[in-house]
C-alpha cells in the first residue's frame, strides 16, 4: 500500500513539474519588462508584437508632448507655421517649470528653435509657446491635442496641457494610445532632423547659450533607434516611446512606469532586441510581376497579364508564412484597356490575422478588335 502511495505521489510531483515547465516556456516568449504596463508595435501596419496591461490609464508625464510635435508638425505641413517665424515668447511660456531651455519672456525665437527645444530637450517653455501660436492660447491647444487623439484612436486618452507637468489637471493615456501617437509622430519626415541630435549649444537672442541634450539615451546608445520620447513623474514613473529601424523592421515599443531611468531604457531595448530576433520583413507582392492572365472581351488580344500595382511587404515572425492571396477581379474585361489600369484587387492576411490589398493592373494594353480582327479571328 505504502508504494502504491509512493508511486502515486511521485506521478503527481512529475506531471506537476511538466505544467511548471510549459508555464515557464510561455512567460519566457517574449521581452521582460517590468514596468506598469508595455505595447510593441510594426511602425508600418500596427500589428501588435507584445502587450503587457496596454489599456491601463496612467499618467504619461512628458510623453504628452509627443501629440504637441505632431500638431505643429502637422502646421507645418499645412503651411500655417514656418520655420523661419518668429515668436515672442509670452511670460506664461517663459514661466512653465520642469524640463526648459530657459526662454526670455518678451524675446523673439525661431519656430525652428522651439522645435529643437521640444524634440531634444522636452522643453515646457518652447511647447507652451509653440502652442500659444498655433492655437491661440494653450487651452485652445488643449482642445486640439484632444480632438486629434480622437481622430487617430486615441480612445483611451485626456490631455489637460501640452507638457506633462502633473499640476495641469486631470491628465492620463495608456501604453497602446501613446504608441499610436508615437506612430502617428514617426511619418513626419522633418522630425528627424531634429530626433538624431545628441547634444548642441543654443544660443538665446540675448547672446547666452543654453545647452540642450536629448533626453531620449536610445539615441546615441542603441543601434537602429531614430526616435523617441521621455517623461517622468512621480506619478508616471519612467516612461519612454521609441522607434528603431533595422533590415526594414521598424518597430515602436512604449513603456509606462518604469522603476528607473536606467531600467527604462534596458526594457525597451531589450523589446527592441526581441522583435528583431524574431521578426523579418518579407516581400510578398513585387511591382509588376506577373501574377496572372485575365479575358479581354472585345480586344485585339484574348487575354493580358496582369500583376501589383506595388511592391508589397509584410512583417512576418520566425516560422510564419503567407497563404495565397485573395484575388478579386472580373471574369472578363472590355477593351480597350490601357496599360497600368487598376482591374482588381490581392488581399494578404498573415497568421496573425493582419491583412493588406494591393491594386492589381493591366501589365500590358488591349485595343479594341477592328472589323478586320473579326474576319480573321472568324476565317481562323
Wanted: charged share 20%; hydrophobic share 40%.
Amino acid at each position: 500500500m505504502k508504494k502504491i502511495i509512493c508511486i502515486t505521489m511521485l506521478l503527481i510531483l512529475a506531471i506537476t513539474a511538466m505544467f511548471a515547465v510549459n508555464v515557464t516556456v510561455a512567460e519566457e516568449d517574449g521581452p521582460s519588462v517590468t514596468a506598469f504596463s508595455a505595447y510593441m508595435t510594426d511602425a508600418e501596419s500596427g500589428r501588435v508584437l507584445y502587450a503587457k496591461d496596454e489599456d491601463k490609464r496612467h499618467e504619461i508625464a512628458s510623453m504628452v508632448k509627443i501629440m504637441t510635435a505632431n500638431l505643429v508638425f502637422e502646421a507645418l505641413d499645412r503651411g500655417d507655421i514656418s520655420l523661419d517665424q518668429e515668436v515672442t515668447v509670452s511670460q506664461t511660456a517663459a514661466g512653465m517649470g520642469g524640463s526648459q531651455m530657459f526662454l526670455d519672456a518678451g524675446s523673439t525665437y525661431k519656430v525652428d528653435d522651439l522645435i529643437k527645444g521640444v524634440i531634444v530637450a522636452s522643453a515646457n517653455d518652447a511647447s507652451v509657446a509653440l502652442a500659444e501660436l498655433i492655437s491661440g492660447s494653450h487651452e485652445g491647444f488643449v482642445n486640439k491635442m484632444n480632438e486629434r487623439a480622437r481622430e487617430i484612436g486615441m480612445n483611451n486618452t485626456l490631455f489637460s496641457c501640452a507638457t506633462g507637468l502633473p499640476d495641469s489637471g486631470e491628465q492620463y493615456s495608456t501604453a497602446r494610445d501613446v504608441n499610436i501617437m508615437t506612430r502617428e509622430l514617426m511619418s513626419h519626415k522633418k522630425y528627424y532632423d531634429y530626433a538624431s541630435i545628441w547634444m548642441e549649444d543654443f544660443v538665446h537672442p540675448s547672446g547666452r547659450t543654453t545647452q540642450l541634450v536629448n533626453t531620449n539615451k536610445l539615441i546615441r546608445n542603441y543601434a537602429g533607434c531614430v526616435g523617441g520620447k521621455t517623461g517622468f513623474t512621480n506619478e508616471a514613473g519612467f516612461c519612454l516611446s521609441a522607434c528603431a529601424d533595422r533590415k526594414g523592421v521598424r518597430v515602436v515599443a512604449t513603456l509606462i512606469g518604469g522603476k528607473d531611468s536606467k531600467t527604462r531604457f534596458a526594457e525597451v531595448s531589450g523589446m527592441f532586441n526581441y522583435a528583431f530576433a524574431n521578426y523579418s520583413r518579407a516581400k510578398i507582392a513585387a511591382a509588376g510581376e506577373q501574377m496572372g492572365m485575365l479575358a479581354v472581351r472585345g480586344g485585339r488580344v484574348n487575354e493580358i497579364p496582369y500583376g501589383a500595382e506595388a511592391d508589397m511587404s509584410m512583417l512576418l515572425k520566425t516560422g510564419e508564412e503567407i497563404s495565397a492571396p485573395e484575388i478579386t477581379l472580373p471574369d472578363k474585361i472590355k477593351a480597350p484597356v490601357a496599360r497600368g489600369d487598376v482591374i482588381g484587387t490581392a488581399k494578404y492576411t498573415s497568421p496573425a490575422g493582419e491583412s493588406i490589398t494591393v491594386n492589381l493592373i493591366a501589365l500590358e494594353s488591349a485595343e479594341p478588335a477592328t472589323f478586320w480582327d473579326y474576319i480573321k479571328k472568324i476565317v481562323g
